[in-house]
């Protein structure tokens, strides 16, 4: 959605409604589910340390990087201290909560 709206031709560029929606869904998303107020282990119960430590954050900083004149300097610092959260070290992935492991390959270069 975001690559539509920022990418001139398509029929969403500069949309005002798509930037609305999806700016409303990443605050929904940073109070919700992906924030620094909530806990590592509340997600835990998922086994998926990928997508707290290197997913989300991919696509965060990609839609941050292309709406960045849109967003607030409270939007950006929620969404970075959110990123900063689940991932407080990136040569380190979370096997389990409290447990850790190198970061090696594709997962090292995609967490840094």
Do not use: R
């Not at 119960?45 to 967003?71: F, R």
Request: proline share 4%.
């Amino acid at each position: 959605m975001t690559y539509a709206y920022a990418t001139e031709g398509t029929s969403l560029y500069q949309n005002p409604l798509l930037k609305n929606d999806i700016i409303s869904a990443l605050d929904w998303m940073n109070i919700d589910w992906y924030s620094a107020a909530e806990p590592y282990s509340a997600h835990s119960a998922t086994n998926n340390w990928y997508q707290w430590e290197i997913g989300s954050p991919l696509h965060l900083t990609d839609i941050m990087a292309l709406l960045y004149n849109d967003l607030t300097s409270a939007q950006i610092a929620n969404y970075c201290d959110a990123m900063d959260h689940f991932n407080p070290d990136p040569g380190l992935f979370m096997t389990s909560v409290g447990n850790s492991t190198a970061a090696t390959g594709a997962n090292l270069a995609w967490k840094v």
